[in-house]
Structures are given as C-alpha cells and as structure tokens.
C-alpha cells in the first residue's frame, strides 16, 4: 500500500512559511504630540528669538510630525542665564528635596509611559516593543536611582564632600533619544547642577513632551532648560562660557571637534562616543543562547546602539554551524512598522543614516565579503534597511572597522584565545565587548585583556543604572551610572 501523503505541513514550513504569518497589531495609544513645539527655557516654553523652526519627521512614514524650533545662540545664552540664576538655589538645596523632585519625574514618566513610548517609536523609529518595555522604563529607573542618591552624597567619597561643578552642557543622539536625556539629566541633577541640554535634530519631541513633566513635577525654573536645533545649535552649547562641563554623546569626529574647542578653557568634558564591539563565541559557548545573543546584540534599535556587537568573532570549528543557524533566525525577524507591536526591527533614524548604512554595506560587497539577506518586504514608505550579515570578512574590510550603526553584522573567525583578544582590541573603539564560553576562568581573563568599558559574559546589551558605562579609547572618556556616574558632575571639596 502506498503510503499516505501527510497533509501536516513540515516542521520548517510551520516554522518559517507563511503559515506563521502575524496580523498588524499596531499600537494604539495616542502619541499627544503637539504640532509645535517652543524652548523650555527657565520653565516656560518660549519662541525662538532666532524665529526659525525646522521639521521633526517620522522615518516610519516620512509624515511630518510637529515643527520644532531652532535655537540660535540669542536662545541658546537665554538658557544659559536661567540655568546660572537657577543655580544659585538649587545647589543649596538640601538632597532630600532635590530627591524629592526627582522621585517625582521618575513617577510621572511611568504615570505617562504609554504616549512616552509611541511618542518614541513615532519621532524615532524603533519598535514600539522596545521603546515601551527598554527605554522608557529605563529611563525612570534612572530617575529613580539617582532620587535615591541625592541625599546619599556625602557616602559617595567617606571624609569628602562632593560639590556640584554649576551650568552644564548636555548635547545627546537620536539613537536613545529620553533615555540618553534621563543618562544625562539624573545625575547632573541629584548633585546639584542645573542643565542646557539640546536634543539630536531628528528626535526633539520626547525631550520636549519631558519639559511638561518637569512643569508637572514643580522643578524650579531654569534648573533644566531645553534647546532644539541641529549641530550649529550644539556647537553654540557647547561653547558657551557659562557652561561648567560638556557632557556628549555621539559621533567620534564630532566629540574630537569638541575637545578640540574646549581645550585650555577650564570646562570639565565627557564624551560617550561610538563603538565596533566584537561579540566573542567560543566553541564550549552554549550555541542556541549565544545566537539569541548576537541576534540581540546586532539588531536591537536596528543597531543604532553605541556598544552595538556589531564584529562576530566566532571560534573556527563552530563557525559554520553558527552562521547557519544565525541564517535560519534572520527569517524569523520582522522588519517593518515600528508601531507594530510585532516587529523586531523598525525604522532606520533617518535619510541620511539610510543611506550611510547604505554606503557601507555596498563597500562590504565591493570588497569581498559575502552578505547574506533575508528575502523581507519593507514598507514601501519611510526608511528600512533589511537585517543583514557579512561572513568572510577580513579586519581591513570598512565593514569590520567603521561603525556602521545599523542592522549589519560582520562575521570574522578565530582559533585561539589570543587571536580572539588580539582581534577585538584591533579597534580604535573600545565601548563593550561580548564573551560567550562555559568556562568561568576564561571570562575573567577575556575581561581584563578586552579594551572595552562593559564586558558583557554570555549576554549583550544588559543595562543597568547602578552599573557605570563609558568607554576606552576613541570611544570617550567618563562614566555615566552609577556611583562613578556621579563622580563626572562633581568635584571633591
Ligand atoms: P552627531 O555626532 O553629528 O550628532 C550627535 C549630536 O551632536 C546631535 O545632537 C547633533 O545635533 C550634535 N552635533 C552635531 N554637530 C555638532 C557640533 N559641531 N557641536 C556640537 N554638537 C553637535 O552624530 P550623527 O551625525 O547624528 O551620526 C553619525 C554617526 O555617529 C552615526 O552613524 C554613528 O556612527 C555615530 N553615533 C553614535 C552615537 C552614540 O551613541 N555613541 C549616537 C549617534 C550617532
Ligand atoms: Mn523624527
């Protein structure tokens, strides 16, 4: 007799047909974005002096979002002078109501987490599914942290005092954009700062939806003001002579611009700058996590991420199985609507970030490395780039020394631990690393011979507000979180 032809669809197809197709499940909460927004300064939102605005778009669609204005350095030194007055006061204020302020931001962030996250996602592009469950909660859990330290500063250095340093400069990227402010803010404030921090252009409006919160909060005016514009915007921050310290993150070329300017002015600087970490996997690793692992390294906010893993190094007698089993997941990822609660990964930032990704991609093939895509339909409005993989990459390929901040990995091989250790550290960067083995013994080792601020061992993008980060090399200098974070805005007296 011949056999029956099964009707029951082959494990594969169930798993990868389209038999597992989801239905759109967009997020539906209400955004609340205005259509336009002034600058906060001194507690008030206010017009531009310089009478200029520009447009915040959404990579999601390429909809116009809200008109945002642009601060010129009439504005920018308004700022300036309301965060100097404000200073006076709020520097002596005792910790316990300073903490008082900040446990009171940090809870009406989670009272308005919803519309803070489809806000996000809206204005940025990343998956909602990260924006509601990372970097919102993130970002109160750093409020909260600090509320906690404000009036514990005197157990930071036992026998010392720490004091504020006074007016400080905050210019931040559009790649975490309230959560990079919440970095930036908490600790500036817990000892006694007062701020004039400037927004990433293509992402103002979670930072401006944050000024009503500090309005709703009571915060004194002044004590943080908010200006928007692009780099002319920032420089005119950073250069301000009444600023105290910079604190930066973004770009390599433009934090060594930074330095350069503020160099014999007195002002302390720290600047987070970008990275090429190598996710290192060994052949005792335990194989299905550490793919769990890249895949999360590399991909999450479509790998906008700083300390992104974004150079496989995987040991050469499991390399086949990893990069096959690296292939099959790639399928399984959904690119598209951010706002779908379903995607993995959404919008790339923006024009300019597309096609810079783009560019390095093309370089990768040009020069020799095997890329591999999945087959995915992006949306036909908005800016996607699919998740993407280059294996046979060699340490002169662009792709395996420029920091593509995008969804690309680059996979090299390795032997012996040395040629791991020698490899990841042939960076200029050196912003996080990934160690991915069974033995104990050798994470210990791998931790202090990686050039890297945050080792991660058999996991990858672990954050925490207790736990400094920051980089070595060309990847910056300062810590933010944790008691250390603290150490960058003050001075010991
Ligand atoms: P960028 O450094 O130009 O922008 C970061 C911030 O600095 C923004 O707020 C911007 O307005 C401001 N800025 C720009 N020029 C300035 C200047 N001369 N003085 C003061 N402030 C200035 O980064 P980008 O052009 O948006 O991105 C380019 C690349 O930078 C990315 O491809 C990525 O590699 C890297 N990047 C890294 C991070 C990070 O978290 N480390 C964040 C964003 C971008
Ligand atoms: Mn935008």
Not at 175 to 190: C, S, V
Not at 257 to 274: D, F, P, S, V, W
Not at 339 to 358: P, Y
Request: contains cysteine; charged residues 20%.
């Amino acid at each position: 007799m011949p056999a029956k032809k099964s009707t029951r669809p082959a494990a594969r197809e169930l798993l990868f047909g389209n038999l597992w197709e989801f239905d759109p499940a967009p997020e539906s909460a209400p955004a609340f974005i205005a259509p336009r927004y002034g600058l906060f300064i001194n507690g008030k939102f206010t017009a531009p002096k310089s009478k200029k605005t520009f447009d915040s778009i959404s990579p999601r669609n390429e909809e116009k979002l809200s008109e945002i204005s642009l601060a010129g350095p009439a504005d920018v030194d308004a700022a300036y002078q309301a965060a100097a007055k404000a200073f006076e006061s709020w520097s002596r204020l005792p910790g316990t109501e300073r903490a008082k302020y900040l446990f009171r931001i940090a809870r009406l962030l989670q009272d308005r987490a919803r519309e803070f996250a489809v806000a996000e996602t809206l204005d940025g592009g990343k998956p909602i599914k990260e924006s509601r469950d990372f970097d919102v909660p993130m970002a109160a859990a750093h409020f909260f942290y600090h509320a906690g330290w404000a009036d514990k500063l005197s157990y930071v250095t036992p026998g010392r005092t720490l004091a504020p340093l006074g007016v400080i400069g905050q210019v931040i990227p559009w790649n975490f954009p309230l959560l990079m402010l919440a970095w930036k803010l908490a600790p500036a404030l817990a000892t006694g700062n007062t701020v004039v921090l400037k927004p990433a252009e293509t992402t103002s409006i979670t930072a401006l939806k944050f000024a009503s919160i500090l309005q709703d909060a009571g915060l004194p005016p002044g004590v943080v003001n908010i200006v928007t514009g692009a780099g002319e915007t920032g420089s005119a921050v950073v250069n301000h002579p009444l600023a105290a310290k910079i604190a930066f993150t973004g770009s390599t070329a433009v934090g060594k611009a930074i330095q350069r300017t503020l160099a014999g002015t007195g002002k302390r600087l720290t600047l987070e700058l970008g990275g090429k970490a190598a996710n290192i996997v060994f052949e005792d690793a335990p194989i299905d996590q550490a793919v769990e692992g890249i895949i999360n390294g590399i991909f999450f906010n479509q790998g906008h991420v700083c300390c992104a893993g974004s150079r496989l190094l995987v040991q050469e007698s499991i390399a086949e199985k990893v990069l096959s089993k690296l292939k099959i997941r790639l399928k399984t990822l959904r690119t598209g609507d951010p706002l779908d609660k379903n995607t993995d990964i959404g919008a790339i930032n923006s024009k300019a970030q597309l096609d810079r990704i783009s560019e390095l991609v093309a370089s990768g093939v040009a020069d020799g490395a095997d890329l591999y895509q999945p087959t995915c339909d992006l949306p036909k409005k908005g800016f996607y780039f699919p998740p993407t993989l280059f294996s046979n990459v060699t340490q002169s390929h662009r792709v395996a020394r420029e920091e593509i901040f995008g969804p690309v990995l680059s996979i090299l091989t390795f032997r012996t631990p040395e040629e791991a250790v020698e490899k990841a550290n042939n960076t200029h960067y050196g912003l996080s690393a990934g160690v991915w083995t069974d033995k104990g013994s050798r994470i210990l080792k791998l931790s202090t011979e990686l050039k890297a601020g945050v080792v991660w061992a058999n996991t990858f993008n672990k954050f925490d507000p207790t736990s400094p980060f920051g980089g070595y090399k060309e990847s910056g200098f300062g810590r933010e979180g944790g008691k250390q974070g603290l150490l960058d805005y003050a001075t010991l007296i």
